[in-house]
C-alpha cells in the first residue's frame, strides 16, 4: 500500500462580532476540542465595541455525542498532524488576509487560543505569517516541538498565560514551564492565575 496526498479546496466557516471597518483591534480567538465557533464567541458577546471578534471553527467537525444530536469541531488530531498543522496555518493566514482588505488602518491583532486552540495559535504564529501583538493562552500549553528558535519569532509579541489554580487538564506547572520557555527564548509573558 502508498500513502499519497493531494491538495484540495476547503471551505472554512468563522463568525464576527463587530466590525473590521470600526475596531481599532481584532481579535481571532481559537476554541478549544469538541466546540463549535458559534458557540465559543459566545462568551464574547458585548466586547465588541472597538473591537471585531473573530472566532475560526476547526476542518475537522465529528458527533459528540451517541445519539449525533451535537456537533464539535477540532483542530488536528494525531493522524495526518503535519498536514493538518500546515492547512491550519494556511488557513488562519488567509482569513486574517480576508480580514485586513476591510480593516482600519493601524488596527492591532491579538489572538487568544482556549484548551485546543491555545497549540493551534502557538503553531500558527510561529509558522504562518501573521504577526500579532498578544497572544493570550488561556487553560492551554505551548506545544512541545516549539523550540527555542521558533519561539525568538515571538519577541515582538507579548504573551499572556492564563490558568485556574484548580485545574485538572492543564495544571498551573505546565503553565509556569511554559512561560521559563519563553523566558529563555527572549520573549516577555506573563502569568495570570485565578481561582
Known sequence: MEERFIRVTRTARYHVLGRTEAAREIWIVLHGYGQLARYFLNAFDGLEEGRCIVAPEGLSRFYIDEQHAR????????????????????????????????????????????????????????????????????????????????????????????????????PVEEMRSASVRLDQAGVTNTLHLFC
Not at 477540532?74 to 503535519?82: Q, V
Not at 509579541?157 to 492564563?162: E, L
Open 71 to 170: 456537533v464539535g469541531s477540532t483542530w488536528m488530531t494525531r493522524e495526518d498532524r503535519l498536514h493538518e498543522i500546515e492547512d491550519q496555518i494556511g488557513y488562519l493566514d488567509a482569513l486574517v488576509a480576508e480580514l485586513s482588505r476591510t480593516a482600519m488602518p493601524g488596527a492591532t491583532l491579538r489572538v487568544l487560543g482556549f484548551s485546543q486552540g491555545v497549540a493551534t495559535a502557538a503553531r500558527w504564529l510561529t509558522g504562518g505569517s501573521t504577526k500579532a501583538t498578544d497572544l493570550i493562552c488561556w487553560a492551554g500549553t505551548l506545544p512541545p516541538e516549539l523550540d527555542r528558535n521558533a519561539l525568538t519569532a515571538w519577541r515582538n509579541m507579548h504573551v499572556h498565560f492564563v490558568a485556574g489554580e484548580k485545574d485538572d487538564l492543564v
